[in-house]
């Protein structure tokens, strides 16, 4: 009988302090930050400046195409805010980024009747050389239908007209599918656009060539269009474009990652980096993309700041350039930035909506930490988690050197790519209370990761 009891109370005692070892971490975070949280929240959700400071950038700048004067310009304005609003070590760092000009672009369905087609040439697609290519169309789903009608592809225009699966899907066939077309000997490849509706919408984005196959021009159509022309080759019609491109790539050119800074008070050494891209495409003024990237990271420092609070370590802004065509912006940060010591880098490029959760790529014992945030922020995301997995194009390479990256995932879900990439990315989209949402969260979630004391993060 007391041999038993012994065992449970040891068994007891061990359960107790298993639950117990895991509660002090996210009692730790409730009782430390549940008072700056609440602050965090009323100030975020006080007025709507934020989302007239994205309206601003937006509706000045306008498109902020990578080697653009309007990039430039808004990349300056917006370092010249950031002193104004107070931070440290604000400062510009120049990047080298590609310089791809889209030029005139023209396309018409002239067999089995005229029909003039918007199309939008690809980023870092070559032009037609001057020409006016005229060809027949092959359409096909997806790259095995291309596989096997290799032998019909010599001399024609390929057109993918790939139902929408998923963007990380479709995009293969935007980033691809010239290269893919060129092996069998096409002329020129088209493509649906990435977007899971239609209403005669263009959406544009990067392309990329293989080094030993032939470049042949890239273009993105409507969805209509492309479902126009699987009809006529579904009845056993070859449809008749015509199509004359003129983009080109200039030599690279000059722009800048913008920084600025909330000093740590006790390991300013070490860095919590968060931001978004300057850059957008030349469609639209890529509101979501990522105007609300960059001014949610930014307005939730100003937040921290103007509560005048003292993370641990140091909170630094990115603004990356370049995401769109080439993350040299990305690139470059880590390259200058590899010797310093950075404790996390955080993204936000999936555009504003009702927060959903934060994702988290690193030690799992900061995970278990991090789950203290949810009662944290229950009033403005009730369905907010925090999962395993997150990251983001502009901190890549610095989590590929083992840096731990979190990102900010919102409900969005398909609407983003609505809009993604075209001329109804604009600031309309991007709704006041959810940004103010998303900013909060944001600035709760990499305070209390940049204030984490050291009994918890020593490695
Ligand atoms: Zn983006």
Redesign the pocket.
């Known amino acids: 009988m007391e041999r038993y009891f012994l065992v449970l109370i040891v068994c007891l005692g061990l359960a107790f302090q298993s639950s117990k070892s895991t509660e002090i971490d996210s009692v730790y975070i409730y009782n430390t930050y549940s008072k700056i949280a609440r602050q965090i929240i009323q100030k975020a959700m006080a007025d709507s400046l934020s989302w007239e400071k994205l309206a601003y950038v937006c509706d000045t700048y306008g498109p902020r195409l990578t080697g653009s004067k309007s990039l430039n310009d808004a990349i300056f304005w917006a370092e010249k805010e950031m002193k104004k609003d107070g931070f440290e070590n604000v400062h510009l760092e120049e990047v080298m980024v590609p310089n791809w000009k889209r030029g005139e672009e023209y396309c018409e369905m002239v067999y089995p009747r005229n029909k003039v087609f918007k199309i939008s040439s690809l980023g870092h697609s070559v032009g037609t050389n001057g020409k006016l290519i005229e060809a027949p169309v092959l359409v096909v789903k997806d790259f095995d239908e291309l596989a096997k009608r290799s032998k019909e592809v010599k001399g024609k225009i390929v057109v993918y007209n790939a139902p929408w699966v998923s963007y990380g899907h479709n995009v293969q066939y935007r980033f691809h599918g010239a290269s893919e077309a060129a092996k069998y000997g096409a002329v020129a490849s088209l493509l649906r656009s990435v977007s899971p509706i239609g209403f005669d919408m263009l959406h544009t984005g990067v392309m990329g060539y293989q080094d030993s196959i032939p470049k042949i021009p890239t273009a993105s159509i409507t969805l209509e269009d492309a479902e126009l022309l699987q009809r006529l080759q579904n009845r056993g019609i070859t449809p008749k474009l015509k199509l004359k491109m003129t983009c080109e790539t200039m030599p690279d050119t000059i722009s800048y990652n913008l920084m600025g800074e909330i000093r740590g008070s006790e390991k300013p050494r070490e860095i919590v980096a968060l931001g978004g891209?300057s850059d957008s495409w030349d469609y639209g003024e890529g509101a979501q993309?990522?105007a609300s990237?960059f001014i949610s990271t930014w307005e939730a420092l100003n937040i921290i700041r103007s509560l005048g609070l003292k993370p641990r370590r140091t909170m630094r802004n990115v603004i990356w350039v370049n995401?769109?065509s080439g993350t040299r912006g990305g690139i470059a940060y880590a390259e200058k930035h590899k010797n310093e010591p950075h404790f996390l880098v955080f993204e936000f490029?999936s555009g504003v909506f009702e927060p959903l959760g934060i994702g988290f790529t690193g030690d799992e014992k900061y995970l278990t930490i991090l789950k203290g945030i949810t009662p944290l922020v229950k009033e403005i995301a009730p369905d907010f988690s925090i999962k395993k997995g997150g990251g983001g194009v502009d901190i890549g390479p610095m989590m590929r050197l083992g840096i731990s990256g979190m990102s900010l995932s919102t409900k969005g879900n398909d609407e983003y790519f609505w809009y993604h990439h075209s001329p109804a990315d604009t600031p309309d989209k991007v709704n006041p209370e959810d940004l103010n949402k998303c900013i909060a969260i944001i600035a709760i979630a990499t305070y209390i990761y940049a204030d984490l004391p050291d009994f918890i993060s020593t490695k």
């Open positions: 891209h993309d990522d990237g995401e769109e490029d």
